[in-house]
């Protein structure tokens, strides 16, 4: 079974500082694809930004960037130059099978001004 | 512009009674789904649908249950709800399976009283 785990339940960065999330996950599966999904409260999940397993390259968004490492199975997420708009939780995932989300625990991020 | 709508935004039922809560869709999307967020934890995927093929996950109780008349809308059926079905219900859609994007509703907030 595939398994997501995020280690930082709550991480908080200065407004326009760098900050990075922290996300590992299991797999057997030769090519899948991760995520990094944005929950602000009492709003909808939106997607930040999505990275291909075979693809060495590391997906950027505009200031979201990952660092990918396969063999280590780890996938974090950068966010430069934070904004106060990004403080929400954020859930690494992973599809498997069937378009199926496993999801991490989350970290929430505070934006301090 | 609201592409994947829930209703209730919140609900609360007794022990016991049965509850449906709904998500509708202008997307046209092929694929729904239903995650259950419980208060601090991950979204877990309940089932979904491919157009009108039902997937259930094997670990989804059989107290929920799901119907989808059409494509636009999808429901969730919670038969006798217990106390540990208080949760976030989370709807989202996809494209196709293997569009590798989900987009999530709002969620309903569900209370068992």
């Known amino acids: 079974a595939q398994t997501v785990t995020q280690s930082q339940p709550e991480m908080s960065v200065q407004e326009a500082e760098t900050v990075t999330l922290s996300c590992t996950y299991d797999?057997?599966?030769?090519?899948?694809?991760l995520f990094w999904y944005k929950q602000p409260p009492s709003r909808q999940m939106i997607l930040v930004i999505r990275?291909?397993?075979?693809?060495?390259q590391n997906a950027t968004e505009n200031r979201f960037s990952v660092n990918f490492q396969k063999a280590a199975k780890s996938f974090s997420l950068k966010i430069s130059d934070s904004q106060l708009g990004d403080a929400a939780m954020y859930f690494c995932?992973?599809?498997?099978?069937?378009?199926?989300?496993?999801f991490g625990e989350g970290t929430q991020l505070t934006v301090n001004p | 512009d609201a592409m994947v709508i829930q209703n209730p935004r919140y609900q609360v039922t007794q022990f016991g009674k049965p509850v449906t809560l709904s998500c509708s869709q202008t997307?046209?999307?092929?694929?729904m789904y239903w995650y259950q967020q419980k208060s601090s934890q991950a979204p877990k995927l309940l089932f979904h649908?491919?157009?009108?093929?039902?997937?259930n996950e094997a670990d989804t109780p059989d107290n929920f249950q799901s119907r989808r008349p059409n494509t636009s809308f999808c429901f969730l059926d919670i038969r006798s709800p217990g106390l540990g079905d208080a949760a976030m219900y989370l709807c989202?859609?996809?494209?196709?399976?293997?569009?590798?994007?989900?987009?999530f509703g709002p969620g309903t907030r569900l209370t068992v009283t």
């Open positions: 989202a859609t996809s494209r196709d399976l293997g569009s590798h994007e989900q987009y």
């Open positions: 797999t057997s599966e030769s090519d899948y694809y």
């Open positions: 990275q291909e397993a075979y693809k060495q």
């Open positions: 995932a992973q599809e498997t099978s069937g378009s199926r989300l496993t």
């Open positions: 997307l046209n999307h092929n694929v």
């Open positions: 649908y491919y157009d009108k093929d039902f997937n």
